[in-house]
C-alpha cells in the first residue's frame, strides 16, 4: 500500500494505463480490420497492381500494369517494394496491402510523442496519441488505411523533421533530413521537395542558415540525392528517360495548371481548399485554436521561451504552413499533397501548450480549457473508434470475385469482364487487382468478345444488371462457373 502512496508512482502508473489504452486506440484504428474494405480503384488499385506485377515479373526496376510499362502511375519504386514485401510477408490480400501504411502511422506516432516527451515532459506522448486518435483524416481516403504511398510518404516527412527539430542541438541532424528526403522521393516523387522547402526557411528564420557553409551545403546536397540519382541512372539505363518525362508532366505541369482531384471543389479557392485539408475536421480545427490560444498567453504573459522552444515553434509552423502556401502558390488542389499538417499540428499542440502550463499562469483556466479539449477529443476517437468497428466489406464485384476464386486451381487463367454500365469490359484496377490477388488471374480487357475469341482457360464475370438476356443466351453455351445474386462467372476449358 506503501507504493500506491507516493504521488510519483500513482502518477507513473496512471502515465502507463493511459499511454497504453492510447497507443491500443491508436493501433485498432490504424489496422482493425485493415483488410475489410473495398480496393480503392485508381491510386490504391495501381499501387497494388504495381507491387503484385513487379513479383510476377521478379523486375523490381520497372513496374508494370497490365504487363506493360507504367507511364501513368509516375512514382518510383519505394512504396511498390514495401508492398511487394507485404505481399510475401502476409499474402496476396488487402490487408498487405495497406500494411505498411498503417504501420507507418504508428511509427510516425511513437517519434513525435518520443521527442514532444523528452523535451516537454511525459503527458505530452499520451496528449499527441490523443490528438491523432480524434484525427479522422488520418483513417480516411489517401492515408493510413490505404494502400497508395502518402501515409509511408508522411513517415519520411516527419522523420526529416524530426531530425530538423534535433538540428538546434546539432546541426549534423540536417544531413538525417537529407537522407529521409531522398527516401520520400523514392516514395512520392517531387512532391518531396517539399521537405527541403521547409528546412530552408527554417533555417532563414531562425537564422542559423548562416551556419551553412558550402562544405555543409555540398554534404546536404549528397546526402539527400545519393540514393535518388542511383535509382534514376538505374531506371534510365533500362527505358531512357520516358518514365521521367511522363512524371514530369503528370506530376509537375498538370498539377501546376491547375489540377484538381476533386470535381465537386473546382470552384473552391485553392487557399480555402488547402486550408480545409488539415484543419476542416473538428478535431484539428480545436487544435488550432489551442494553438492560437497559447500563442496569444504566451505574448501578452510575456513568457519567455528558450532558444530551443523558440526553433521548435518556427520549425513546427512551417511543417505546417509551407506546404499549404506553396501548393497554394502552385494553384495545386490535391488535398493529400498538405497531409503533413496532421502530423505537424500535435507537436506544435503540445510546444505551445505545455509551455503554458510550465510557466504556472491562468492555472485555473488552463485546466479548465485542457479538460475540456482533452473531453473533446475522447469523443472524436470514440466516433472514429466506432467508425471502424462497423466497416464491412460494401463491393459486391470485389467480394464475388474473392470468394469465387481460387489461387490454386485457377492460377493462370484469363479473365475477362463485362459490368452492368453500358457493358463496359475493361476491369476496373479495384477489381482486376482483386482477381490478382485471389485468383491469380491474368486480367485482359475486351469483355464478352475477348472471351469468345481466347483459346486459352478463361473466365468472363458478368454483372447481372443490364445482361439478364445475355447471361441467359451464354448459359445455353458456356458451363456456369459460378453465380449469386450480382455477378456470373463463366468458364470455357
Not at 17 to 32: H, M, P, R
Not at 270 to 287: D, E, I, Q, T
Not at 410 to 439: C, F, R, V
Amino acid at each position: 500500500m506503501a507504493v500506491f502512496s507516493n504521488k510519483k508512482t500513482l502518477s507513473m502508473i496512471l502515465w502507463c494505463v493511459v499511454t497504453a489504452v492510447l497507443l491500443a486506440t491508436l493501433g485498432y484504428l490504424c489496422f482493425g480490420k485493415l483488410g475489410e474494405w473495398h480496393i480503392e480503384d485508381y491510386d490504391e488499385a495501381r499501387h497494388g497492381i504495381n507491387a503484385y506485377e513487379m513479383i510476377k515479373n521478379n523486375d523490381y526496376l520497372v513496374h508494370t500494369f497490365m504487363g506493360e510499362p507504367d507511364l501513368w502511375n509516375t512514382k518510383p519504386p519505394l512504396s511498390f517494394w514495401l508492398i511487394s514485401l507485404a505481399y510475401r510477408m502476409f499474402g496476396y490480400n488487402s490487408f498487405a496491402l495497406r500494411f505498411f501504411n498503417a504501420l507507418s502511422c504508428m511509427l510516425a506516432a511513437v517519434l513525435i510523442s518520443g521527442w514532444a516527451m523528452k523535451y516537454y515532459g511525459k503527458w505530452a506522448a499520451p496528449l499527441i496519441f490523443l490528438m491523432l486518435c480524434a484525427d479522422s483524416i488520418l483513417f480516411g481516403l489517401h492515408f493510413v488505411r490505404f494502400g497508395d504511398a502518402d501515409s509511408q510518404y508522411q513517415l519520411f516527412f516527419t522523420l526529416a523533421m524530426i531530425c530538423l527539430l534535433l538540428s538546434y542541438k546539432k546541426f549534423a541532424w540536417l544531413y538525417g533530413c537529407g537522407i529521409f528526403f531522398g527516401l520520400a522521393f523514392l516514395d512520392k516523387s517531387v512532391h518531396a521537395l517539399m521537405i527541403p522547402a521547409v528546412c530552408f526557411f527554417t533555417l532563414l528564420f531562425t537564422g542559423k542558415i548562416k551556419e551553412l557553409t558550402w562544405k555543409r551545403t555540398l554534404l546536404l546536397l549528397a546526402s539527400g540525392l545519393f540514393i535518388v540519382l542511383l535509382w534514376a541512372a538505374a531506371r534510365i539505363s533500362r527505358d531512357g528517360f520516358a518514365f521521367f518525362t511522363n512524371s514530369f508532366e503528370l506530376d509537375v505541369a498538370n498539377r501546376i495548371k491547375g489540377g484538381n482531384a476533386e470535381p465537386l471543389y473546382a470552384n473552391q479557392p485553392v487557399f480555402y481548399y488547402n486550408l480545409l485539408a488539415v484543419f476542416g475536421k473538428p478535431a484539428n480545427f480545436l487544435c488550432l485554436l489551442v494553438c492560437l490560444g497559447s500563442a496569444i498567453v504566451i505574448f501578452f504573459r510575456k513568457i519567455k521561451l528558450s532558444p530551443f522552444t523558440q526553433h521548435a515553434v518556427i520549425a513546427s509552423m512551417l511543417w505546417l504552413l509551407v506546404p499549404i502556401l506553396l501548393y497554394t502558390v502552385a494553384g495545386v488542389k490535391f488535398r493529400w499533397y498538405v497531409y503533413s499538417g496532421l502530423y505537424a499540428l500535435p507537436a506544435l499542440t503540445c510546444i505551445l501548450a505545455f509551455t503554458v502550463a510550465k510557466a504556472g499562469v491562468l492555472r485555473r483556466t488552463a485546466a479548465v480549457a485542457g479538460s475540456i479539449f482533452c473531453a473533446a477529443l475522447i469523443t472524436f476517437s470514440v466516433f472514429n473508434v466506432i467508425t471502424i468497428s462497423n466497416i464491412h466489406f460494401d463491393h459486391t464485384v470485389q467480394d464475388f470475385i474473392r470468394q469465387s476464386l481460387d489461387r490454386d486451381i485457377d492460377e493462370g487463367k484469363h479473365a475477362y469482364i463485362l459490368y452492368a454500365e453500358n457493358a463496359y469490359s475493361n476491369w476496373m484496377p479495384g477489381d482486376m487487382l482483386t482477381a490478382q490477388m485471389y485468383g491469380d488471374l491474368i486480367c485482359i480487357d475486351g469483355g464478352l468478345e475477348g472471351f469468345e475469341a481466347d483459346d486459352e482457360d478463361s473466365l468472363l464475370f458478368i454483372a447481372r444488371t443490364y445482361n439478364e438476356d445475355l447471361i441467359e443466351e451464354l448459359m445455353s453455351q458456356e458451363i456456369i462457373f459460378y453465380e449469386n445474386y450480382y455477378c456470373v462467372a463463366f468458364e470455357k476449358f
